[in-house]
T-cell receptor
Framework: KNEVEQSPQNLTAQEGEFITINCSYS?????LHWLQQHPGGGIVSLFM???GKKKHGRLIATINIQEKHSSLHITASHPRDSAVYIC?????????????FGKGTHLIIQP | GAGVSQSPSNKVTEKGKDVELRCDPI?????LYWYRQSLGQGLEFLIY????????KSGLPSDRFSAERTGGSVSTLTIQRTQQEDSAVYLC????????????FGPGTRLTVL
């Protein structure tokens, strides 16, 4: 079973700062997911990536398969980015089953 | 288009009662997943379906939990003889296929067992 570690657990930053959230996992995977959960509870899939880098607006996700590590970056952070960011990987690595989730990073962006 | 829907959005029940939670996946999505998030806890995988079959039931916490999916679409998660520790938000997600598929999450059902 895959194990996921996220850091930091909590992060408070000022508007405009560059944010980095890290995720490490224990078993080689086919793809890694970054999810966003807002205070109301809804979960949105931000990225699913299996190699390299993906960018969507101010969000960038990178993954290093050899090192079993991924990062989520937010550029020019804004208070509306305040949410819990969750890293998730396939339960057993292969992708054909459920996800194992990190405990999440609680991000607060202050104006 | 329509996203994943779940019903009810909230359910309050008494200990020992059975409850049934429903998930309507995105049309055409063959893979369907159930997760739960207990208060202050992370997300936990329960079960997934590929079509109508459930290859992996290992995440179900006890034999009081069961799930089915019929017609490759709607799924129900049933909890029998509910206990207070079953209180959580139950989330459903669907994806086009299990392999390398982005999962789209429903809004969840908040279950409270008194």
């Amino acid at each position: 079973k895959n194990e996921v570690e996220q850091s930091p657990q909590n992060l408070t930053a000022q508007e405009g700062e560059f944010i980095t959230i890290n995720c490490s996992y224990s078993v080689g995977i086919s793809a890694l997911h970054w999810l966003q959960q807002h205070p109301g509870g809804g979960i949105v899939s931000l990225f699913m990536l299996s190699s390299g880098k993906k960018k969507h607006g101010r969000l960038i996700a990178t993954i290093n398969i050899q090192e079993k590590h991924s990062s989520l970056h937010i550029t020019a952070s804004h208070p509306r980015d305040s949410a819990v960011y969750i890293c998730a990987v396939p339960d057993s690595g292969g992708g054909a089953d459920g996800l194992t989730f990190g405990k999440g990073t609680h991000l607060i962006i202050q104006p | 288009g329509a996203g994943v829907s779940q019903s009810p959005s909230n359910k309050v029940t008494e200990k020992g009662k059975d409850v049934e939670l429903r998930c309507d996946p995105i049309s055409g999505h063959t893979a369907l997943y159930w997760y739960r998030q207990s208060l202050g806890q992370g997300l936990e995988f329960l079960i997934y379906f590929q079509g109508n079959s459930a290859p992996d039931k290992s995440g179900l916490p006890s034999d009081r939990f069961s799930a089915e999916r019929t017609g490759g679409s709607v799924s129900t998660l049933t909890i029998q003889r509910t206990q207070q520790e079953d209180s959580a938000v139950y989330l459903c997600a669907s994806s086009l296929s299990t392999h390398l598929g982005t999962q789209y999450f429903g809004p969840g059902t908040r279950l409270t067992v008194l």
